[in-house]
């Protein structure tokens, strides 16, 4: 069982942030500890409660953090102090896609849990970013059931949905790519270079 701070928990649910539910940081600590993955990428840091359970669950060296929203941004870093982690996470206050197209360096290891209509466009700068042997954790591929159909899409949603469906469909018959969806939290994309 992984060790979580209930009191970020309480604080995103209550105040509608969105955070990744336990049985995916369970899912999460247990892919990086089991592959031995070092360096971390997250996209979409929100309140820093996903970064913050990676680092004290894994023995990762680092983490990469990027958030958009300057009130979540400043959340997340004093989160981040208060749990002594600022030697491991380093919060990058910048849009996921400029990063992305501006990153040079490699990791072991992406959290993808950022803007959910944009999932394939970031999908080749994640391959590129990406060491040999790593792995792409994409969550809310289900996105409430929308996705699968089990709840209609709601009319503000329909470009997002295009957007995620798309990405399934792109990680799941490239011939390059072993991707699996798995039935965890709101859908997991599991997504590793042959």
Do not use: W
Not at 52 to 71: F, G, R, S
Not at 89 to 109: E, P, Q, R
């Amino acid at each position: 069982m992984i060790k979580i701070d209930e009191e970020l928990k309480t604080f995103g649910e209550e105040n509608n942030v969105p955070i990744s539910k336990t049985d995916t940081l369970s899912f999460l600590c247990n892919e990086i500890n089991k592959n031995n993955y070092r360096e971390i990428l997250e996209i979409g840091t929100a309140i820093g409660y996903g970064s913050i359970t990676m680092a004290e669950n894994t023995k990762l060296n680092h983490i990469d953090t990027v958030e958009i929203d300057e009130d979540r941004f400043l959340l997340a870093k004093s989160n981040i102090k208060k749990h002594n982690l600022e030697n491991k996470i380093n919060v990058i206050k910048c849009d996921a896609m400029d990063f992305l197209k501006t990153n040079k360096k490699k990791y072991d290891f992406i959290y993808l849990d950022g803007a959910k209509g944009q999932y394939i466009n970031y999908l080749p700068y994640l391959l590129n970013s990406l060491n040999s042997g790593g792995e792409i954790v994409a969550d809310n591929l289900y996105f409430h059931g929308m996705v699968t159909g089990e709840i209609p899409v709601s009319k503000g949603c329909r470009a997002m949905i295009k957007g995620l469906k798309k990405y399934i469909e792109a990680i799941t018959t490239d011939i390059t790519l072993d991707s699996t969806i798995l039935p965890i939290g709101d859908g997991l994309g599991v997504t590793r270079k042959k």
